[in-house]
């Protein structure tokens, strides 16, 4: 019961500083998720670093929130500065900074640190432009996405707790079952209709879009069992009373979220 209270407490207060600060604007927002990002490439540093390898962890961190640093000025027009101008920089530093280490496996080391970039802090980079749109700020794509992901892992989850059998990923996730893929598919479309009855617009994009959190959902989730596996631990970190790591909470939107973008850029809708 305790375990239960604390599980229950520590995802009432996640939902409710996610949902708050994005809905206030995109100031909040861009706090919100700088720190998000953060604490993500600290995790996967941690975990990088118990499967033999020492990546660049303070760099790694520093260069995940200028990347999101800048995918906000961008996208809020503050700056008019091209990706490679920032990116070409960033990696190389790492290869400056790997010359004077003296560790072994250098590439390991540069590729695990850069890796970091592109699994965590791109993705929620690109959530600014999901947010920041040509009509000024708007919070119903990212709320969106975040009820498909949501709606998709807890129909997953009850669908598979009750009639799952036949497995979908033994070898990375053993609970994972096509009966819960299944669960997953049909409570995301009731989320999609209903914020389709909330938020507006045509019933098809929304379901496009829960499309997208069910497929790549599930993949992202993979992705970090898989790395979980890897190194050894059942959780990513222990930030959250009950649900461990930020991580974990967020592993299905490291693909949702650009896959998202994509799919909204295709429906013309940012």
């Not at 993500?40 to 990088?48: G, P």
């Not at 996208?75 to 790997?98: D, G």
């Not at 930030?239 to 429906?267: N, S």
Request: proline fraction near 4%; aromatic fraction near 12%.
């Amino acid at each position: 019961m305790n375990t239960f209270v604390k599980r229950t407490l520590s995802a009432a207060v996640f939902v409710a500083v996610m949902l708050g600060a994005i809905a206030l604007g995109s100031w909040p927002f861009a706090i919100l998720f700088v720190a998000i990002t953060a604490v993500c490439l600290h995790e996967y540093y941690h975990m990088a670093s118990l499967m033999q390898s020492q990546p660049h962890s303070v760099w790694g961190i520093a260069g995940g929130a200028f990347l999101f640093a800048w995918a906000f000025a961008q996208s809020t027009s503050l700056i008019e500065l091209p990706l490679a101008y920032i990116a070409v920089p960033l990696v190389a530093v790492v290869f400056i900074v790997e010359l004077f280490r003296a560790k072994a496996q250098p590439l390991h080391n540069i590729a695990t640190t850069i890796t970091g970039w592109l699994y965590i802090a791109a993705p929620f980079a690109m959530l600014n432009f999901v947010v920041n749109t040509q009509n000024g700020y708007t919070h119903k794509y990212l709320m969106a996405m975040l009820f498909l992901v949501w709606g998709n892992d807890t129909g997953a989850y009850l669908l598979g707790m009750a009639i799952g059998r036949h497995k979908m990923f033994p070898r990375i996730s053993p609970k994972k079952s096509w009966e819960g893929f299944a669960g997953g598919i049909i409570a995301t479309t009731i989320v999609a209709t209903t914020i389709w009855k909330i938020f507006g617009g045509t019933l098809q994009h929304w379901l496009a879009l829960g499309a997208v959190a069910c497929v790549f959902g599930v993949l992202g989730d993979l992705i970090e069992s898989m790395l979980k596996r890897a190194a050894g631990v059942k959780d990513s970190g222990n930030i959250m009373p009950g649900h461990g790591g930020l991580l974990d909470r967020f592993d299905a939107l490291l693909l949702v979220a650009p896959m998202g973008f994509i799919c909204l850029k295709l429906l013309s809708l940012i």
